[in-house]
């Protein structure tokens, strides 16, 4: 083998060693930090939709206990006032397929649409659970109104149970408030929250029953059977994380879990929430890099081995140019040694190493954006300053008008003095929780700071920024009802704070998404330098106080 074949060789194994060690530093480094941040993604989203369950499942305990104790319920006297009642608490709250009052004997003397009236249910939980206390039944089929109730889905119905007893003032019990929980709530809960999470849009939500029994699904054959897992015990036993484990159909996934714990009387049904992305899924950006990284080294390896030999030689020919004059020297005593010039040819190659290592720290570059990349704020579970980048990186190319709103809290630092950091916390929590249902799937509300939030909306006119004074004003009026918040073991505290938002549009306002944000920011300004629960847009010359 010739000393030319020998150094284009050597090049190779050199530039195919270190493109396969920094390949595998890389997958190893990126997939694990990867993995990572999805389980925590995964995790924060199952107590996320955990805390929903358990919020909506108060909230409805709540409404039955205040309908159960009307007047028109404890007389028990006026069916058609009861009806009346029933009626209207079916057109305003949804969620409520069916609504019964029963007598102290089972019957139903009043119910949705009539449904059941007449029939005698005293063997049902709903009836005989509820004799002095509240009753919650945990998720179970529709025996009896299967049939009865309308179905435009067409899907099996199923129902959580909420019963109170109807007490006079004597103390006698007059009958039982019964209702029928539709659990299509808690699928229409997991959708929102896959909605609203644009990096969780490979995920998936379930909910397990306290035996195992798998709730809710959006793998029909899942529902109702049950599943070994991991996760499923873990949460079980009270305890939030994530794991990558293999499910029945034999694909591994990072899978996020905990369990629901109730909220104020509640003390909930022993669910747990698991959430789940595939694992290959969500290593796929990594595997695309690497393809590039591969396809980019093999076209650099091929460069530089058609580039080696050519240079080689000229590498070569000094040695030889040495060589000979070696030779000469050995037959011709006293010859002297001849002025070789240096080869240059080497450094040349070094450049050329230099070229492939640069492109390798570009790819690494680009696996350190991979790994950092996150853009969910912990706290509240709104996007951060990363997640607002990404949504206008998604919006450039287009010259749809849009609105920002900059808003602050009026007497934040009030709440963390009085009540400690824990208490401001979950003020911002709850903040958070109002705000995410105020905002459309196309617009995005972020904590740009401690107290502070950015939304951005979509605007049919730029040079109309009623409809964003609208929002502003609403925003100003969400936030300023009152919170209520438990500290450690304390009775719970009610506070009350405000707002004050400042309103920009693009392009009236700015030409760019920076400019449009300073100006919504310096209107916010002058708002709270005005006063308290007020808003300034940018596009006017006064102050307006929310109503």
């Known amino acids: 083998m010739t000393f030319r074949l020998q150094i284009v060789l050597l090049a190779a194994i050199l530039l195919i060693t270190a493109i396969g060690a920094t390949t595998a530093v890389f997958v190893r480094l990126s997939s694990k930090e990867l993995t990572r941040e999805i389980g925590r993604s995964m995790s924060v989203l199952a107590t996320e939709m955990s805390d929903r369950l358990d919020r909506e499942m108060s909230v409805r305990i709540a409404e039955v206990r205040v309908l159960a104790g009307l007047p028109s319920m404890r007389e028990m006297t006026r069916t058609d006032v009861i009806q009346r009642t029933i009626d209207s608490l079916q057109d305003e709250v949804s969620a409520f397929t069916w609504v019964g009052i029963l007598d102290p004997e089972g019957s139903v003397i009043a119910a949705t649409d009539g449904v059941l009236v007449g029939k005698n249910i005293s063997q049902r939980p709903v009836f005989t659970e509820a004799q002095t206390d509240i009753f919650i039944g945990d998720v179970h089929d529709a025996l009896l109104l299967a049939k009865l109730l309308p179905n435009p889905t067409g899907e099996a119905m199923k129902f959580v149970d909420i019963s109170q007893p109807v007490i006079d003032e004597s103390g006698a019990l007059k009958g039982i408030f019964a209702a029928h929980l539709s659990w299509r709530w808690a699928r229409d809960v997991a959708n929102a929250l896959l909605t609203f999470n644009a990096t969780d849009r490979m995920a998936e939500i379930f909910v397990v029953a306290r035996d195992g029994t798998i709730l809710l699904s959006p793998v029909p054959e899942f529902i109702g059977r049950s599943v070994s897992l991991k996760s499923i015990g873990a949460a079980s036993r009270g305890e939030t994380g994530w794991v990558v484990e293999d499910w029945p159909d034999g694909r591994a996934y990072v899978t996020g879990y905990t369990a629901t714990d109730g909220e104020g009387s509640y003390s909930g049904l022993g669910w747990s929430v698991l959430t789940r992305a595939p694992a290959d899924e969500a290593l796929r950006p990594v595997t695309d890099i690497v393809a590039v990284m591969v396809a980019a080294a093999l076209l650099i390896l091929f460069a530089a081995c ?166 502003a004003e609403r925003l100003i009026e969400v936030i300023s009802a009152s919170i209520e918040i438990t500290r450690h073991d304390d009775d719970p505290v009610t506070v009350s704070i405000g707002a004050s938002v400042g309103l920009a549009c693009y392009p009236r306002d700015g030409a760019d998404r920076e400019s449009v944000t300073k100006a919504a920011d310096d209107a916010l300004y002058t708002a709270k330098r005005a006063g308290k629960r007020r808003f300034v847009s940018a596009g006017g010359d006064s102050v307006v106080a929310a109503s």
């Open 306 to 471: 058609a580039l080696g030999m050519l240079l080689s030689g000229r590498l070569v020919r000094p040695l030889q140019a040495m060589t000979d004059a070696a030779e000469k020297m050995r037959v011709e005593h006293g010859r002297s040694f001849p002025d070789i010039p240096g080869p240059r040819e080497v450094r040349t190659l070094c450049s050329a190493f230099q070229s492939l290592l640069t492109a390798l720290t570009s790819t690494e570059r680009q696996a350190e954006y991979l790994q950092d990349k996150a853009n969910t704020d912990p706290l509240t579970g709104l996007a951060n300053r990363a997640g607002l980048d990404a949504f206008f990186t998604q919006r450039e190319g287009g010259d749809r008008p849009f609105a920002v709103l900059a808003l602050d809290l009026d007497d934040f630092k009030r709440v963390n003095d009085t009540y400690g950091h824990d208490a401001g916390d979950a003020v911002l929590r709850q903040i958070a929780e109002r705000l995410k249902r105020m905002f459309r799937s196309t617009d995005i509300i972020a904590r740009s700071g401690g107290d502070e939030f950015l939304a951005v909306i979509g605007i049919p006119d730029a040079d109309d920024d009623g409809p964003a004074q609208r929002i």
